[in-house]
């Protein structure tokens, strides 16, 4: 009955994508940004400690008796060590001859301000070093010499350092990014629970259940709620005027039909002539068609606007089937027909009973209207391990033999009717009441000599 609504992706497949990609690139911004933060650390402590190094170097460096002394501090090296276990390189020229060291170490290319020292890096013996080059002036006998000293370190154990610092940050960023998920998956939860509360207590709702929803919801929510509610307002009142309109229109339709019969049948004891008797005959068989086309076109539209708004309830099947052959029982009478209803305890099943009455008695009715005079009509209960029926037998003269599965369509009547009065809605009605009860209808001829076989079956409560 109800269409599949089609969904287009999911609010907390949404906020999930968004909060996670947006958790995912604030983890990678601070693994980049704590990563550079502590390289440049590392760097200028490095750059730092050279630089110290070479100033104490050059500082010692001085003029004595007509000849440059420089007595490199013990200092100067042991500084560098403290950092790592990085190898140490240095250079001194005066006046750009080598003295000592060695020889081949460049020298700290010129910064752009002439500021001192200067420091860059180089590739010196395969590795990647730091140089810290400085210059200091010194006069010797009014000559001046120039003394530069360039010291130079790997940066291995920096690199290492690094690498440790990144695991670590690599790791927090992650802890960070696992955090941000979990509230992330909560936060989604709750965003979308409101909804799915909303969701399951309108469908846990009976279909005569249109009341307003009163529950708190969130202010957002309020607008569809609010659109819910209104619309739940109108279809209930549109319900109720269906109702009364199909059962006002029933009887307007039959009551006048019904006195017309009457006044028919009298006028058809007081008429002596055989062509006005024949008239009259033909009247009121007129009168009986339409009787029963309008109320079963009444009774089909019934039970089509009640299958989309089921009133379940528990029923006992075998007392609702007495109360209508009892009912019958005239109508049979009238053809000597037998109606036969064999004794069983209780059948509970869950259904409309207005629904399923409906069908039984259109069923019945078809049984005697289908069966000879002085027949028998039996009605017998089936019970199954998850389903309750009941099978009508008449002795009439049975269904026909093409398509029967044609019988339940609207207004198809069979080849074999002859003169039978009908509207062809019958096993229509029934067929719908099965189909909204989850239940079956199956239509046979008796195995055994004639007559039709019906067998109507309901799951049980
Ligand atoms: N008990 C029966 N025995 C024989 N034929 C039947 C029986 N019940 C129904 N039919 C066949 O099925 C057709 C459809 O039944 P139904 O929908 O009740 O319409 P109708 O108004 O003709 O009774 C009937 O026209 C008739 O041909
Ligand atoms: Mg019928």
């Known amino acids: 009955m109800t269409d599949r609504v089609r969904a287009s992706g999911s609010i907390r497949g949404r906020l999930l994508i968004q909060l996670l990609s947006g958790a995912g690139i604030l983890a990678l911004i601070l ?6 933060f502590t390289k440049q650390l590392a760097e200028e402590n490095q750059d730092n400690i050279l ?3 070479v100033t104490s170097i050059l500082d010692v460096a001085a003029v004595q008796n007509g000849q440059i002394t420089i007595d490199i501090p013990y200092s100067a090296f042991s500084m560098l060590g403290n950092v790592s276990d990085d190898r140490v390189f240095y250079k001194i020229t005066q006046n750009n001859i080598f003295l000592t060291g060695y020889d081949s170490l460049p020298d700290a290319k010129p910064a752009k301000s002439l500021s001192q020292p200067r420091v860059s890096t180089a590739n010196y013996l395969g590795e990647e070093v730091r140089l810290v080059t400085s210059t200091r002036l010194l006069s010797n006998a009014g000559v001046p010499v120039l003394i530069s000293v360039t010291i130079a370190q790997t940066r291995n154990g920096q690199k290492q350092t690094l690498a440790f610092i990144s695991r670590r940050v690599s790791m927090l960023g992650f802890g960070f990014f696992a955090i941000a998920a979990i509230l992330t998956v909560y936060s989604a939860q709750s965003t979308v629970r409101p909804l799915q509360q909303l969701a399951v207590s309108v469908s846990r709702r009976g279909p005569q259940d249109l ?20 619309f739940m307002g109108r279809l209930k ?71 989309d708004y089921l009133e379940v309830q528990k029923l006992d099947l075998r007392e609702m089937v007495f109360d209508l052959v009892e009912n019958m029982r005239p109508v049979a009478d009238l053809k000597d027909i037998v109606l036969n209803l064999e004794n069983s305890s209780p059948l509970s099943i869950m259904g409309d009973s207005i629904l399923i009455q409906n069908a039984v008695r259109n069923l019945i009715d078809n049984a005697i209207k289908y069966s000879p005079v002085e027949s028998l009509v039996k009605l017998r209960f089936l019970q199954g391990p998850r389903k309750i029926g009941l099978i009508i037998q008449d002795e009439g003269i049975g269904f026909p033999k093409e398509d ?46 004639n007559g039709a076989c019906v067998t109507l079956c309901f799951p049980s409560s």
Not at 211 to 230: G, Q, S, W
Not at 279 to 299: F, K, N, T, V, W
């Open 31 to 36: 693994f980049f940004v704590v990563q550079n």
């Open 51 to 53: 630089r110290a190094s």
């Open 211 to 230: 009341r307003p929803v009163a529950a708190p919801i969130p202010r957002e929510m309020v607008p569809l709620v609010d659109a819910l509610n209104k």
């Open 237 to 307: 009142k549109s319900l109720g005027q269906s109702e009364e309109f199909i059962a006002e229109a029933a009887h307007r339709v039959r009551t006048p039909l019904a006195t017309v019969r009457t006044q028919a049948e009298v006028a058809l004891h007081r008429v002596e002539q055989d062509e006005n008797r024949v008239a009259l005959r033909e009247m009121i068989r007129a009168i009986d068609e339409s009787s029963r086309a309008a109320g079963q076109l009444l009774d089909h539209a019934m039970v089509t606007f009640r299958t």
């Open 404 to 449: 029967r599965s044609d019988l339940t369509k609207r207004f198809v009547r069979g080849s074999n009717v002859g003169g039978r009065i009908g509207s062809g809605l019958g096993l229509t009605i029934v067929d719908d009441v099965v189909g909204a009860h989850g239940g079956s209808l199956s239509i046979e001829n008796n195995a055994k000599g």
